[in-house]
């Protein structure tokens, strides 16, 4: 079992649309979860960052965590062609190795 | 500009020979991490370093070496290159909250 697991699509949307982005993890001290964007060719970004168990919005952005389920997932409101890359899950621990660990990604495509 | 920098951005390497990627960063952060990414693999740790002085070994070390010295560079070496350690190499700092940053990446190519 991978330790941070994504579905690597692609997910298809229509521009407007709402995209739902998911992730479990394995290990249950993570303490810090992440949401990275990575466009073709170009280094990851992050784009949202989500520490206790509830719903974190920051523009069209949301991210949800419930500890309990070990889930932790990515809303697009308004997805735009331009939100079309690859979204990778990373979750931390606060202490050891302190390095994420990364899922291998869901790839988004925004249909204009 | 405040971040991370890489060097090379690309390179080709004949198989055998040495090469150390470059990795500074002004952010005064005292973590920072070598990730390799490989299609369908996702992004997988390396080696990484807490603070300066430290290192450890992550997922898939074998092959390479770190140091770090200072807390502002973490190079990363090959001591003898095989085509399996083709891939792209991303360097990264985090933050207190355990935010990573990502330098923009080297492209190697071992033939």
């Known amino acids: 079992q991978k330790e941070v697991e994504q579905n690597s699509g692609p997910l298809s949307v229509p521009e407007g649309a709402i995209a739902s982005l998911n992730c479990t993890y394995s290990?249950?001290?993570?303490?810090?979860f992440f949401w990275y964007r990575q466009y073709s060719g170009k280094s990851p970004e992050l784009i949202m960052s989500?520490?206790?168990?509830g719903d974190k919005e920051d523009g069209r952005f949301t991210a949800q965590l419930n500890k309990a389920s070990q889930y932790v997932s990515l809303l697009i409101r308004d997805s735009q062609p331009s939100d079309s890359a690859t979204y990778l899950c990373?979750?931390?621990?606060?202490?050891?190795?302190?390095?994420?660990?990364f899922g291998s990604g869901t790839r988004l495509q925004v249909q204009p | 500009i405040a971040g991370i920098t890489q060097a090379p951005t690309s390179q080709i390497l004949a198989a055998g020979r040495r090469m150390t990627l470059r990795c500074t960063q002004d952010?005064?952060?005292?973590?920072m991490y070598w990730y390799r990414q490989d299609l369908g693999l996702g992004l997988r740790l390396i080696h990484y370093?807490?603070?300066?002085?430290?290192?450890g070994k992550g997922e898939v070390p074998d092959g390479y070496s770190v140091s770090r010295a200072n807390t502002d560079d973490f190079p990363l070496t090959l001591a003898s290159a095989v085509p399996s350690q083709t891939s792209v190499y991303f360097c990264?700092?985090?933050?207190?909250?355990?935010?990573?940053?990502f330098g923009q990446g080297t492209r190697l190519t071992v033939v």
């Open positions: 989500i520490y206790s168990n």
């Open positions: 952010m005064r952060h005292n973590a």
């Open positions: 290990d249950r001290v993570s303490q810090s």
């Open positions: 990373a979750v931390g621990r606060d202490t050891g190795r302190r390095a994420l660990t």
């Open positions: 370093s807490n603070t300066a002085g430290t290192t």
């Open positions: 990264a700092s985090s933050d207190s909250k355990g935010k990573a940053f």
